[in-house]
């Protein structure tokens, strides 16, 4: 068996892809929440992509298809970013941090009034 350095088994590379991933996909979300606010056409083509795969998706209106944008963000974006990083060290707290800040700007456009002020002014 071939010994291995410590530094040679993991890298922090594929660890901050999915840090970052997350991140996009959720912002992903909050995008397009404000876009279907602001486009009536926007806001259908949500509900007509929910309606392609999800059962019962007219049920929930535009947010299945929201909810499919941010999921395929997140799996492509991870992807990319996993086969960028995949071989480097990464600084995890800058990837946490960056991430961090993605899911507050995800969130506050996911707010209301937010979604509401970002629409109408």
């Known amino acids: 068996?071939?010994?291995?350095s410590p530094t040679s088994l993991?890298?922090?590379?594929?660890a901050a892809a999915a840090l970052m991933a997350?991140?996009?996909g959720l912002l992903t979300l909050g995008l397009s929440q404000?876009?279907?606010?602001?486009s009536v056409s926007f806001k259908s083509m949500m509900q007509a992509?929910?309606?392609l795969w999800i059962p019962g998706a007219a049920d929930i209106g535009p947010y299945s298809g929201k909810e499919t944008v941010a999921l395929l963000t997140w799996l492509l974006s991870w992807a990319v970013l996993h086969?960028?990083?995949k071989k480097r060290e990464v600084n995890l707290v800058i990837a946490a941090t960056?991430?961090?800040i993605l899911i507050g700007?995800?969130?506050?456009?996911?707010?209301?009034p937010m979604t509401e002020l970002l629409v109408h002014h």
């Open 49 to 51: 992509l929910g309606n």
């Open 98 to 100: 960056a991430t961090f």
């Open 105 to 112: 700007l995800a969130t506050t456009m996911l707010w209301p």
């Open 1 to 4: 068996m071939t010994k291995r």
């Open 22 to 24: 997350v991140g996009l």
């Open 34 to 38: 404000v876009l279907s606010e602001a």
């Open 83 to 85: 086969v960028i990083l």
């Open 10 to 14: 993991l890298t922090t590379g594929p």
